[in-house]
């Protein structure tokens, strides 16, 4: 193997990689954008508010929770840090949502990422939504009635900026 | 409603999406290539053969799996595309990567929304483990094609 051969394969399967990959990711930013402009993710937003009856939270969670499934967690972390700041969710709440999100974000971008480069993406998606749904509903049975709203508005005090 | 924006904005993020992964996948997979050729990698995969096997990965497969721990995902596709995997194996490494990716970063937001971020990261590294050994059960056992 030269290093031109070397050279040239890395060039003409990054180059093609690439291609593939934006070919895919440039109609799902357009597609999103749509869904901002329709008012869809609002709506997008009221249907999550039945997970946070199943998981026992505030409804306020669920436009950190929508936030991060669309956006993820690095895109979406504005919204999902004010979310958290703002005060109307308690320590387990929050540590809910986290948990929800670490398992399922960014589930547009990522699952169609990983599609075009070849994984079978629907039993991935799947996987995804059901283990973060079955582990925040056991956590949330786990610590109903915890009573740990002190310690979060204390902890949120000491959070840097 | 929607104007011309919309579709302006979306192609514009679109492409700096492209753009920001571009920068980190053509490098990667570059290097990737090189290592490929060289001793490094084959001694990478003797080493971590045995663990990777357990979720049914060659052990070649433990590189993008680390960057993508530490990086981020658009690192970890640049050095899967080199490595020639089969769909199977392609999907056991997406899924693992997808439950615990760019660990420090997403970390960091973590932690700025006020909670204690060592049990999430753990939580997150195990069950990477976890869907990595039902993903290959899965797959090689061959209950997976009647599932999907």
């Known amino acids: ?161 | 409603m929607l104007t011309i924006s919309t579709f302006k904005r979306g192609i514009s993020n679109g492409l700096n999406i492209t753009w920001e992964l571009a920068k980190v996948v053509v490098p990667v997979y570059f290097a990737v290539t090189f290592l490929k050729y060289s001793p490094v990698l084959p001694w990478l995969s003797s080493l971590m053969s045995p663990m990777m096997q357990i979720v049914g990965l060659p052990g070649e497969a433990s590189m993008p799996l680390i960057l993508g721990y530490f990086i981020n995902i658009y690192a970890a596709i640049g050095a899967i595309l080199p490595l020639g995997l089969d769909s199977k194996e392609i999907t056991i490494i997406s899924a693992m990567l997808l439950m615990a990716h760019s660990l420090p970063i997403e970390t960091a937001v973590s932690k700025k929304t006020g909670i204690r971020v060592v049990s999430i990261v753990i939580i997150r590294v195990v069950l990477s483990l976890l869907v990595g050994i039902l993903f290959a059960v899965l797959l090689h056992t061959g209950s997976y094609e009647k599932l999907f």
């Not at chain 1, 597609?31 to 409804?59: G, M």
């Not at chain 1, 929050?94 to 547009?108: A, E, G, K, R, T």
């Not at chain 1, 059901?130 to 949120?156: D, E, P």
């Open chain 1, 1 to 161: 193997m030269s290093l031109l051969m070397i050279l040239s394969e890395a060039a003409k399967g990054s180059f093609s990689s690439i291609l593939q990959i934006a070919i895919i990711v440039i109609p799902l930013m357009v597609f999103i954008e749509i869904l901002i402009d329709l008012k869809l993710l609002d709506k997008l937003t009221a249907v999550l508010v039945p997970l946070t009856r199943i998981f026992n939270i505030s409804q306020h969670a669920s436009l950190p929770l929508m936030a991060g499934m669309v956006f993820g967690i690095s895109y979406g972390g504005g919204i999902i840090i004010n979310a958290a700041r703002e005060g109307k969710l308690d320590y387990r709440e929050i540590y809910l949502v986290n948990l929800f999100l670490i398992i399922c974000h960014s589930l547009f971008e990522d699952t169609f990422l990983f599609a075009a480069i070849g994984a079978q993406w629907i039993p991935v998606l799947t996987v995804r939504i059901i283990l973060a749904v079955l582990i925040c509903f056991l956590f949330s049975r786990y610590t109903r009635g915890n009573q740990i709203k002190q310690k979060t508005v204390s902890r949120l005090r000491d959070v840097p900026n």
